[in-house]
């Protein structure tokens, strides 16, 4: 069992920067997947970023790329977004989750995931 909690949301201008965290209790956190979702009123859940559980591989959705890093700290149970540059098309609930399966195939696909966390606001006004 993995429960997921993000914070470091907020309100931020346009060019700005926000880091979310996502603390993981559970003592194989280290053992899964780590990745960020999001989901804008109205539109679906989409993939933003992951990072593998061995080596610390990542992979972004090309809306972020160059923008956005993820990182994660095993030995804390943290996971970091890192968000430059925002723009006003980021403004989305943010969604940490976890996935003991990793496969190139499906890492963007939300349903893949086991765990979740409850998601935290980022608004960026423009």
């Known amino acids: 069992q993995v429960q997921l909690v993000e914070s470091g949301g907020g309100l931020v201008q346009a060019g700005g920067s926000l880091r979310l965290s996502c603390a993981a209790s559970g003592r194989t956190f280290s053992r899964y997947a780590m990745g960020w979702f999001r989901q804008a009123p109205g539109k679906e859940r989409e993939f933003v970023a992951v990072i593998t559980w061995i080596g610390g591989i990542t992979y972004y959705a090309d809306s972020v790329k160059g923008r956005f890093t993820i990182s994660r700290d095993n030995a804390k149970n943290t996971v970091w977004l890192q968000m430059n540059s925002l723009k006003s098309e980021d403004t989305a609930l943010y969604y940490c989750?976890?996935?003991?399966?990793?496969?190139?195939?499906?890492?963007?696909?939300?349903?893949?995931?086991?765990?979740w966390g409850q998601g935290t606001q980022v608004t960026v006004s423009s």
């Open positions: 989750a976890a996935a003991a399966g990793f496969t190139l195939t499906t890492m963007k696909l939300s349903h893949e995931y086991d765990y």
